[in-house]
């Protein structure tokens, strides 16, 4: 218990705890693993082993949950305690992991126990364990004492390891995701923790002496701006779910530069991640647009190719508005067309597509 206390996620803790249970119980392999339910691929897989290589007989476990009927039988036993395909296999005709057990006896294999520890919609918890010929069979009745003990605190310990490996898949994406922008941008958690900025956003904080990078955070000129920053990110994120939530950021003033949020959401087959954008829009070295090339390229009417030179200066509707004195409805309609000429979702595309245009 101790091991895995101290596991605490990290590999060489796994590593322990994985050693001292191979030991303990007399084992030839042991596999922890999260699998997606969806395709059956292996989020997260931990091993041990005291005879034969780990990166093999890997492989040979990625094979018969793809093509055998092993996942299938361990859903069809009772969960939340381990059984022994021993005994499931003497009572049926049909063997349920024959891939399995043809790739690896003999000589190795002789007995395996699985658990199905955890289950919801997504995900599957299984462990395996395994004894070869020359270790005792397991004992049905006093070995799964024993094992379903530690069932609570492995499931626990995994779901903490899974909320930790999709945080770091997060992270990567946003890595990526910031190279996509040309203008000035990072990616922050709803907590305010910085996850990735692009080279322009680097550029402009080395740049300006009232914009700093400090613990993971955006610090501004004063605590108060920074703090209406972060609640800006926790605005944009509430407003997540509302189609016209571009209009509805603050521009945060500091300096001559603007400082917008715009959600972001990850989708594939489940939400997987969600945070806000952070952009930045410094008036001093805006480029100028030429109407006629929004005209040529996107066929944008004066009013509209107006407008979109008014967003590159960091300008909000309203502020618009009272420029071209019309109402603010007026200039949402226009944005509106404006995103629908450009293929444009939201002021961010917007923003990165003008920043992309030529001058002239």
Known sequence: MSKLIQSDNQTQGWTAFIDAFVSHFNLQMLHIMIIK?????????????????????????????????????????????????????????????SLYFNNNQPPLLKDIACANMYEDDAHLF????????????????????????????????????????????????????????????????????????????????????????????????SPDKTKLLQQEINNVLALSNIQDYGFSSKMICIEGIRLACTPLLHVDDELSFSGALVYAIDSTFQKTLNPAILNNLFSLT???????????????PKEISKIRDVSEHTVRGNIKEIYKKTKCNNQISLMNLLCSLPSN
């Open 126 to 221: 299984l462990m395996s364990i395994e004894r070869n010929i020359n270790q005792p069979s397991f004992d049905p009745i006093n070995d799964s004492v024993e094992l379903n003990f530690f069932i609570p605190f492995i499931t626990s310990t995994l779901k903490q390891a899974l909320k930790k490996q999709e945080r770091t898949q997060d992270r990567e994406r946003s890595r990526a995701l910031v190279e996509m922008f040309r203008l000035p941008i990072a990616v922050f958690t709803e907590h305010g923790e910085l996850w990735a900025h692009n080279q322009a956003m680097q550029v402009l904080i080395s740049e300006n002496k009232y914009i700093d990078i400090t613990n993971k955070t955006l610090q501004l000129s």
């Open 302 to 316: 004066k009013k509209e190719s107006e407008t979109c030179i008014h967003l590159m200066k960091g300008l909000i």
């Open 37 to 97: 339910k969806s395709s059956l691929n292996i989020l997260f897989h931990v091993s041990g082993s005291n005879t034969i290589d780990n990166r093999a007989h890997l492989n040979d476990l990625h094979s018969y949950i793809h093509q055998d009927d092993f996942v299938q039988t361990i859903l069809s036993q009772p969960k939340h305690q381990f059984y022994f395909l021993n005994e499931t296999l003497s009572s049926q005709t049909h063997n349920p992991t």
